[in-house]
């Protein structure tokens, strides 16, 4: 037999943990997650200097690259999907004094063949004075590598640097959010390899430690929620015997909803019926313990019309018999049964009181079945 003691005890010693939930960045909201012109687009706004109003994110990407670093006084263009001629259009193209750096960025997709040999020679043809760079751009799970002429740069290398970067919220709020919503952005959509699962709290190990216990405690938990549906269940056919031989009752498996209703309703295709409904919804509970009593009509088989002229007996039954909160007590038998004796007893005199109202519309409206 399961030692309720031991339960407490083991309860008591839970380790704290808590879901590190995923953050809802730009991305999600445009539902982007994983689009390589969408990043390529926002890791653009971040190289620019202009746009972005600060040469920080910037010098960083060129430290990687064994580039000297620029000073506001040293003109930049960041360009989108420039045209390499023959050759394709890169993804991005940053123009500065003495250098032409070409950036592929490639998320999920592999390189086409010769893609990076033939940027190579398209940039060293546009180069001019100037010396040319070429970056394949992607995150380390990808496995995909460059050819002759680029050099080879993961996200998590440019995320790392981009981490050192200290934005002013106050003068720059706009970058900095951007900036930092990027770097999330990345972490959890693209480096992917970098979510790591934390078992440092020990949560894990003490859990799998304890697994005949946690099973033991379903187990009854299971159990318990059997029994009690029955509970629910036979009282509730008791309610339906003092009415009449016609009424029907119905507890979902979790006890979340009774349901009480007439043969007649729904002979006549009209799903209509009380219940008794939870309105406390926690978690893998034994059961819920509050709950409110409702009359719904979900009569979708019948004309729109029959629907609409049932709605002001809707509203003559919830004004006679107003929302309200009842509380299933489970600190001893006896409390139970009042709290259960207190709903099942208000769930009667509401069906006593309206079902008259509900049988004479059906009876006058429920012909048709087919909405026309």
């Avoid at 390589?36 to 990407?61: G, T, V």
Wanted: charged share 25%; aromatic share 12%; proline share 2%.
């Amino acid at each position: 037999m399961l030692n309720l003691q031991e339960i407490r005890e083991f309860l008591e010693n839970l380790p704290v943990a808590t879901i590190k939930a995923k953050e809802f960045t730009l991305a999600d909201i445009f539902r982007k997650n994983r689009n390589e012109n969408f990043s390529s687009d926002w890791l653009a706004f971040i190289l620019d200097p202009i746009h972005f109003k600060s040469y920080e994110p910037l010098n960083a990407f060129l430290r990687l690259l064994d580039i000297p670093t620029l000073d506001e006084n040293q003109e930049v263009t960041v360009e989108r999907e420039v045209s390499l001629g023959e050759y394709g259009r890169i993804d991005l193209l940053i123009t500065t004094d003495d250098y032409l750096i070409g950036i592929e960025n490639k998320i999920d997709a592999w390189t086409r063949e010769n893609q990076c040999e033939d940027y190579a020679v398209a940039l060293k043809e546009q180069k001019g004075e100037k010396q040319a760079v070429g970056v394949l751009l992607s995150p380390q799970s990808n496995g995909v590598l460059s050819a002759n002429g680029f050099v080879d740069l993961s996200y998590e290398q440019l995320i790392e640097e981009l981490k050192g970067i200290s934005i002013d919220f106050i003068n720059n709020l706009r970058s900095a959010f951007l900036l930092k919503d990027y770097i999330t952005y990345m972490e959890e959509n693209i480096m992917k390899n970098d979510v790591i699962f934390d078992i440092e709290d020990k949560t894990t190990a003490y859990l799998l430690g304890q697994i005949d216990k946690i099973d033991s405690i379903n187990d009854l938990l299971a159990t318990q929620k059997g029994n009690m549906k029955n509970y629910i269940e036979s009282a509730m056919i008791d309610i339906a015997s003092q009415l009449g031989v016609e009424w029907r009752v119905f507890v979902s498996g979790g006890a979340g909803y009774w349901q009480f209703y007439k043969n007649f309703w729904n002979d006549k295709d009209v799903n209509i019926h009380y219940e008794v409904a939870a309105i406390t919804r926690s978690k893998n509970s034994l059961a819920y313990t509050s709950y409110q009593i409702v009359l719904h009509e979900e009569s979708l088989k019948k004309p729109k019309h029959f629907r609409d002229g049932f709605k002001p007996i809707k509203a003559e039954i919830q004004r006679l018999f107003p929302y309200k909160e009842y509380n299933l007590d489970f600190s001893s038998n006896e409390n139970f049964k009042k709290s259960l004796d207190d709903i099942l007893g208000n769930l009667l005199s509401m069906a006593e009181k309206t079902s008259g109202m509900i049988d004479k519309y059906i009876a006058e409206n429920a012909n048709e079945n087919i909405e026309q």
